[in-house]
C-alpha cells in the first residue's frame, strides 16, 4: 500500500531553534520520488525539494536540510535556526508506483509549524 | 510566469446547486490533477488526466466529474452540491516525467451550506 506518514500534527517553537519535521513512507516501487512542499498561511503550495529514491546523499539548502534513509523509509526535513517566516503547514509527499501510469502523489497529513518570536 | 490559475478562488454554495472549477496551465504540461485538502487529512487525488480528452478517478472521485477538452485547461464540476464537498480544491499539472515536481494553483476555497 501507498502510504506517508507525518506523525508530528503540530510543532511549535521559539525563533532560532533548530525543529525536525518527520516524514515515513510505504511503496511497493523499487524505484520512487519523494517531495517536500510549504503551505504558508496564505495558502498556495510551495515546492522545496525532490529526492529520488536511489540517491541518498543528505541535502542542504541554506538553512534547510533532508535526510533521506532507505533502510527506515524516512526522509525528515529539518529546519535550522527557524524564523518566523518558516510559519506553515510542510507536507511530504510520494510519487505514484510506476506501474499506475498516473503520475500523482500521494500526501501526508502535514505538519504545522508555529515558531515564535 | 502565470503557470497554473484557478478560477474562483472562494465560492460559497447552497445544497444541490452545480458549479464549474476552472484550472488553466500555460506550461505544455501532459499530467493535470484535481485534489481536495481537508483539515488533518493532507491532499487527496479526485480525479486526472494524463493528456488532452483523457480523465480518470482519482481516490475520491464520487459526486464530481471533470473534463480536458483542451490540453492547457481542467474542469471540475458538482453537479449536485454536498455539506461533504466543503474543502480547498488544489489543481497541479506536470510534465511527462516522472521526477519532476508538480505545480499547483492557489486553490478554491468553496463552501456548501
Known amino acids: 500500500a501507498q502510504k506517508v506518514t507525518q506523525a508530528q500534527t503540530e510543532i511549535s517553537v521559539v525563533e532560532k531553534e533548530d525543529v525536525t519535521l518527520d516524514c515515513v513512507y510505504e511503496?511497493?516501487?523499487?524505484?520512487?520520488?519523494l517531495f517536500w512542499y510549504k503551505q504558508p498561511p496564505s495558502g498556495e503550495l510551495v515546492f522545496l525539494i525532490r529526492r529520488n529514491s536511489f540517491d541518498e546523499q543528505n541535502e542542504i539548502s541554506g538553512r534547510y536540510s533532508w535526510n533521506f534513509q532507505k533502510s527506515t523509509s524516512s526522509f525528515n526535513f529539518t529546519i535550522t535556526a527557524s524564523q518566523v517566516v518558516d510559519s506553515a503547514v510542510y507536507f511530504c509527499?510520494?510519487?505514484?508506483?510506476?506501474?499506475?501510469?498516473?503520475?500523482?502523489?500521494?500526501f501526508g497529513s502535514g505538519t504545522r509549524l508555529q515558531v515564535q518570536p | 510566469n502565470a503557470g497554473v490559475t484557478q478560477t474562483p478562488k472562494f465560492r460559497v454554495l447552497k445544497t444541490g446547486q452545480s458549479m464549474t472549477l476552472l484550472c488553466a496551465q500555460d506550461m505544455n504540461h501532459e499530467y493535470m490533477y484535481w485534489y481536495r485538502q481537508d483539515p488533518g487529512m493532507g491532499l487527496r487525488l479526485i480525479h486526472y488526466?494524463?493528456?488532452?480528452?483523457?480523465?480518470a478517478k482519482g481516490e475520491v472521485p464520487d459526486g464530481y466529474n471533470v473534463s480536458r477538452l483542451k490540453k492547457q485547461n481542467f474542469l471540475l464540476g458538482l453537479e449536485s452540491a454536498a455539506p461533504s464537498q466543503t474543502s480547498v480544491y488544489f489543481c497541479?499539472?506536470?510534465?511527462?516525467?516522472?521526477?519532476?515536481?508538480?505545480?499547483f494553483g492557489d486553490g478554491t476555497r468553496l463552501s456548501i451550506l
Open positions: 509527499a510520494l510519487s505514484d508506483p510506476m506501474d499506475t501510469g498516473r503520475r500523482a502523489l500521494t
Open positions: 511503496t511497493r516501487d523499487t524505484t520512487y520520488y
Open positions: 497541479a499539472s506536470s510534465p511527462d516525467s516522472r521526477n519532476q515536481p508538480q505545480h
Open positions: 488526466s494524463v493528456g488532452e480528452g483523457t480523465t
